[in-house]
């Protein structure tokens, strides 16, 4: 798979390099230079596949010139050991939970993928690969559960002294092996300024063989398209032949997959982009006018992005033709309070409980389907995290119905490992050549 820099199409990597790199030089994002479409007999018959037959097919036809067949199969029974049910809570309307994996999010699909991925490149080099990388929450829980014992991987995050939550602190700090965490003193703006920093200093990258776990890495999006597909099968299943996904968006990541799937060939009537008070694209898609502005504190925080880097993946996808976007998809925005009724609304309803991210994608859900009358068709909303995430943007009568994975209960009686640190940058570099 060949990749070209949106700010500058003459420059083409192939993968490995775009995986290593995360980011170009010129500081566009990578996108593929050309997808073919699948098989459409095989798109066709898609309800005869397992969710792991979907990744294995999806990723052998893009990675065919890295991986032979056999180590993708192995790298996606590695990767995708757990299910993403889709979940009908109205007739011609259901849930994909994306929430099974171990750290209860949907991240979790593009950092198992991405962690295999780092590893096999790495082992044909035959050097310990350093990942360093800062987080607000979500991602490091992902990132460090991705890597967690694979070989010839060294993890180190960088997050905010009481800025995430209890279970989130705890998937980063407990794990031991080769995952370090490392709470600063500061927000998250300070990691992310000392993750720089660090592969500014020439020193420091002359000593380790660093790289970025950075959420636009080019290997979290593959195999995110994976469940898109993976849904369509299990509608297919239930008698469906047409499919619309609402997506709840924050840094566009999850819907720039879902658009993949749709260029590998899967067929979807309608896309939908939900998001919170951040409505940088909403607007857009409005008034025509793209304004990223400084993102706003609200309760669904994992998308809490006033300036959504994927948006410019979707503009390529879509050839900047905005006549053709708009008609393919919609964006909405919603306030804190029409989360929270959201999340009580979608427990009465059908006894259900929701994550803030997940309820906005239901009323906008909703909303959509408010317009359309084809019965034929099922809209599919995505679950992102599991609530038991986010303990305390439930009222309490909720909050005691959310049932904890087992997991979870074993992670509450773990130990933090945590190291603390000042925000300080030669602090940083002192510990992690002492600690090499
Ligand atoms: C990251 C995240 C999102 C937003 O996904 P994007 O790919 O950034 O749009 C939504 N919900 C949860 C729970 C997340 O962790």
Known sequence: MKLYSTNNHQNIVDFQQAVFQSLPEDNGLYMPLSV???????????????????????????????????????????????????????????????????????????????????????????QLLDVLVATSGDTGGAVALGFLGVEGTRVTILYPKGKVSPIQELQLTANGNNIRAIEIEGTFDDCQALVKQAFLDKDLIGRLNLTSANSINIARLIPQSFYYFEAFAEAKRKGFEKISFVVPSGNFGNITAGILASILGLEVKQFVAATNANDTVPH?????????????????????????????????????????????????????DETLKAINEIHEKYNYIACPHTAIAWLAAKEYQATKKDKSEVTVFLSTAHPCKFPDVFPVHLRDK???????????????????????FSELKEWLIRNN
Not at 113 to 123: E, G, L, Q, W
Not at 303 to 308: F, R
């Open 36 to 126: 073919e479409k699948l098989n459409q007999d095989w798109i066709k018959s898609i309800q005869n596949y397992s969710f792991q037959e979907i990744a294995k097919k999806i990723s052998y036809e893009l990675l065919k010139a890295e991986f032979s067949e056999k180590e993708i199969n192995d790298l996606i029974d590695e990767v995708i050991n757990f299910p993403a049910p889709l979940v009908f809570l109205e007739e011609d309307l259901a849930v994909l939970e994306l929430f099974h994996g171990p750290s209860f999010a949907f991240k979790d699909f593009g950092a198992r993928f991405m962690s295999r991925v780092m590893a096999h490149f790495s082992r044909k080099e035959d």
């Open 284 to 336: 857009f898609l409005e008034t025509n006018t793209y304004s990223p502005k400084s993102s706003v504190q609200t309760l669904s925080n994992a998308m809490d992005v006033g300036s959504p880097s994927n948006w410019v993946r979707v503009m390529e996808f879509f050839e900047h033709d905005l006549h053709v976007l708009k008609k393919k998809l919609l964006s909405k925005s919603y306030s804190d």
């Open 402 to 424: 959310i049932i904890d994975p087992k997991e979870v209960k074993e992670l509450k009686l773990k130990k933090s490992l945590k190291v603390e640190m000042k925000n300080n």
